[in-house]
């Protein structure tokens, strides 16, 4: 029953609230969707806490999301124990450069006064969760070696059969790896958290950026084309208003 | 060609008085919100002096604006690739130190403060953190220090001028300084704009203004860099940027902007430029020495009957084509060739223009010895307190000759007008100087008269705003431009 609780009902619910709450906040509460830098009132820590943090994570997230889609390429890719060792002492470490990263945040939020003038309560979550999440991850990749190869045999089925709504938990369940399983379930809760808390900021990761023109020039109506066209209800809204 | 209308400026320097009314009319409708008290999307700096923020003019520090790269420009410190390179920290994002930590004091201290042998007093505390502080800088901390060691020495603009020429300017005798008073330029190729990786900033087609949507900025804080003025500001408690809006609300239903409309000096001018979209490119890319000319020669005449068919196809209104030509800003900048851009070398194409201050030129010294007795009643603009290598570094990117040329004619209507007003003045010594710049007594006087006479229609000649178009004026504007300063719809909180 606890199992069926936490593998199953946990990440749907999760789910849920992150697809309806962060496209509600996107739409709805477009104002509060932002990543509340606080480089203007602390710079200095914050290159050596995000720095690390954020690239280690970008790794780390991509790693996960290529276990996921392509776990064969993954234990091919391992089928030599050099090559295995190269995956798991980089991705760990990236995992290490995470925790660095947060650690250090975390020391900023509690050492600069600015910037716990400007810490929520949200954010105290953000910063628990974050540091369940990477010594789970850590653990698990200390402790179950080598978790690139049985990833697929195990977390990959699991993972898919929740995204086809036919849930399979038996795998999962039997595992004798607490952190394992803690890994597991803060990382959906990380998920549901997502339009509550500042996570929203990575969903609105500006990629069109690197096609837009530079100049962005906006008429509140296209006189031009209403001027020199027949039809009078020509012209449509600009979709930056 | 592509014409477009573009709302500008011209500031008058010889005529402001350093009152700062315009920042504190600013301030009192734009900026006076939690996150926003250090902002001063108005401010007046005094100069020679390091401004606000701090040495702002130094891009080797801020990084700020467009350099030349071939025959186009690129983002000094944002753009695509070095944006979203270093989104999660931007090694040249200037901090709240850089312009100063504001703070209140505890007045209720005063009368609270139990009887004793001292004198009660209200400390300093600071409005970020609540706390008592100790005052470092503030708001025009360096105001009129024109001679200091600590801001006036400090000047960016000297490094242009020799050790020699540098000591001679801070002579005591011929020690000077002018205000300098700023606003966003809603410039013409705003790096603000391109430096946004979310696309938040964006130049409105009809009038130029340039605007954030508060909306979609996410604080990825790349415009506070690439903006080389300073003067997009991070509003460090909504977690969103902000910056002058030209008072667009009030230009839209026939107004002055505030800071125009307050100005105690008068020495602010507002009207239409119409312009070659298809030309800033090349102007953006020209040499430094001819940066100057590259941007004025990309505004069109509004006299020109290809230019105004050129407007009406691309949907300008015959209003505004009507304000382009009565725009008192056409004239300082085109005909009199009077204003100069602040900084060209930032390449951003700036809107607002400058006319320099001719500052004391009677006296001079001669083998150390202090000569307020000249030949004439000025002498030549060469004799300027201020070198005429430190204006050409803040107005023509080091053209020295631009300069030179503006003040003569500035001159050589003073000299024209004395002559008609006290009469002293040999009519040789006026003509020579009249000739010189190519100047008849009729232009003359209408600088005059717009210089020291002009009211307030004359001053701001502003494009009627067309309610059946504009959707900002048939919605609510909160509503439909997510823009900053009309109260908040949404607590104006840090993310949720
Ligand atoms: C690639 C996408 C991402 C981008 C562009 C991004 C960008 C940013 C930016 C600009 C900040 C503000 C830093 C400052 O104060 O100036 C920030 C902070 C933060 N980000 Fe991200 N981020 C991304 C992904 C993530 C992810 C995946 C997570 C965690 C799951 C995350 C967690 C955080 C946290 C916790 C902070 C707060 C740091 C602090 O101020 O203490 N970010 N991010
Ligand atoms: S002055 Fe700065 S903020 Fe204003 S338009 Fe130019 S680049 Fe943008
Ligand atoms: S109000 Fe006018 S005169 Fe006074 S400081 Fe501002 S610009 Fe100068």
Redesign the interface.
Known sequence: MTNYLLFVALPYASLAIFLVGSIY?YLN???????????????RK??WG??P???GLFVLFFGHLIAFLFPRAIIAWNGQPVRLLILEIAAFSFGLCALLGVVLLINRRLTS??V???T?K?DVVVYLILLTQIISGLLVAYHNRWGSSWFAAFLTPYLRSIFVLDPQIDAIASVNSLSLKVHIISAFSLVGLIP???F??FL?Y?V???W?S???????????H???SRSHSEGH?SL?? | MDVRSQVSMVFHLDKCIGCHTCSIACKNIWTDRKGAEYMWWNNVETKPGTGYPTKWENQDIYKGGWEKNGDSVSLKGA??FK??KNI????H????DDYYEPWTYKYQDLFTAPEGDDQPTARPVSL????HMDIQAGPNWDDDMGGSVDYARQDVNLDKLTPAEQEAMFQLERMTFHYLPRICNHCL??AC??S????A??????DGIVLI?????????MC?TACPYKKSY?N?????SEKCVLCYPRLESGQAPACFHSCVGRIRYLGVMLYDADRIEAAASAPDDQLVNAQLDIYLDPFDPEVIKQA??????DSTITAAQNSPVYKFVKIWKLALPLHPEFRTLPNLFYVPALLPTMANVANGVYNSTSKSLWNGVESNRLPMKYLASLFTAGNTGKVVEVMKRLMAVRLHRRGVTVGDLSSAEISVAMNEVHMDADTADAIFRLTALATFDERFVIPPAHRE????MLENTAD???NTGFG???K?????
């Open positions: 906040r509460r477009g104002f509060s969707v932002s990543s509340v830098s606080s480089q203007f009132l602390e710079g914050l290159f995000s720095q943090f954020h690239w006064r600015r716990q003038i400007v929520s949200m509550f808390t500042r929203i900021h609105v500006p069109d950026y690197l837009r530079y100049q962005q020039v906006i008429w509140n109506w296209p006189r031009k209403i001027r020199t809204k930056n208003n | 753009g695509k944006g979203l999660f920290h931007n090694p994002l200037p901090v709240l970020v953190t609540g706390e190729n705003p704009v391109a946004c990786p979310s696309g900033l964006y130049k409105r087609g009809e949507n508060q909306e979609r900025c996410r604080a990825w804080r506070v991070y460090w408690n909504t977690g969103k009406r196809l691309n949907g300008v209104a178009e504009s959707i900002e439909v431009k997510g908040f719809k949404e104006p909180a840090r993310g949720l």
